[in-house]
């Protein structure tokens, strides 16, 4: 297996604009994870799936913020309209639920809004 | 809620000697997995260790060793002959409750000295 894949692995923007995260889940994984992290907070969990239904999101910042899982390949993370302050490198992770895995990362986006 | 913390930013090592990360965490459920993540300068989050809270003996992985304690909720790190390639960001993170969220530390920046 590739491994969760993550799409861009760079990406600048200007403010104002909408940016859209992908993330192609590790096959078989029933759980996904949306992370950022900053110098300042860390990783922070933003939302996660399991069975593709949000479970929880209340680590998302603010309305700007939105996630799909329409499908158990494949997530997707938005931002529009997008800020300075959402510079950050975003992470994704999937992992089985049912068995006590740990969860698996992609490579992160890091995102720089200008 | 599940909580966890990690009181020390960074820390400093010489080669060959011994370090320890402190981790405590928080959680109201019986059942629960343990983790530390090493996230090097490429970003990629690889998994160190892991603990599982109905085991009383501590996880080993060749150089890396845990202290579980399950009353005083901590959970640190020890690594032992650090090498160069041990410089990184560590993250302690707790698996928990009915849909298995994961949540991390801020994490403690680790040096190792040649």
């Known amino acids: 297996d590739a491994g969760v894949i993550q799409s861009p692995r760079h990406e600048v923007t200007e403010m104002g604009q909408e940016v859209t995260l992908r993330c192609k889940p590790i096959?078989?994984?029933?759980?996904l994870f949306w992370y950022r992290q900053t110098m300042m907070r860390g990783l922070e969990l933003l939302i996660y799936?399991?069975?593709?239904?949000?479970?929880?999101d209340s680590g998302m910042p603010e309305d700007r913020f939105s996630a799909k899982m329409p499908n158990a390949s494949f997530s997707t993370l938005k931002i529009q309209p997008s800020e300075p302050r959402d510079s950050a490198v975003y992470f994704c992770?999937?992992?089985?639920?049912?068995?006590?895995?740990?969860?698996?990362f992609g490579q992160g986006t890091r995102l720089t809004v200008v | 809620a599940q909580t966890v913390t990690q009181s020390q930013p960074e820390m400093s090592v010489q080669e060959a000697e011994t370090v320890t990360l402190s981790c405590t965490y928080d959680?109201?459920?019986?059942?629960?997995?343990l983790f530390w993540y090493k996230q090097p300068p490429s970003r990629q989050m690889i998994l160190v260790i892991r603990?599982?809270?109905?085991?009383?003996q501590n996880a080993t992985e060749n150089r890396f060793s845990v202290n579980f304690q399950k009353a005083a909720k901590s959970f640190s790190l020890k690594i032992s002959d650090s090498q160069l390639g041990d410089t990184a960001m560590y993250f302690c993170?707790?698996?928990?409750?009915?849909?298995?969220?994961?949540?991390f530390g801020t994490g403690t920046k680790l040096q190792v000295i040649p």
């Open positions: 993170a707790l698996r928990s409750g009915g849909y298995q969220k994961v949540t």
């Open positions: 603990q599982e809270a109905y085991k009383q």
């Open positions: 959680t109201s459920e019986n059942n629960y997995y």
């Open positions: 096959s078989g994984h029933n759980s």
């Open positions: 992770a999937s992992s089985f639920t049912g068995v006590w895995t740990e969860a698996f």
């Open positions: 799936f399991n069975n593709n239904v949000p479970i929880d």
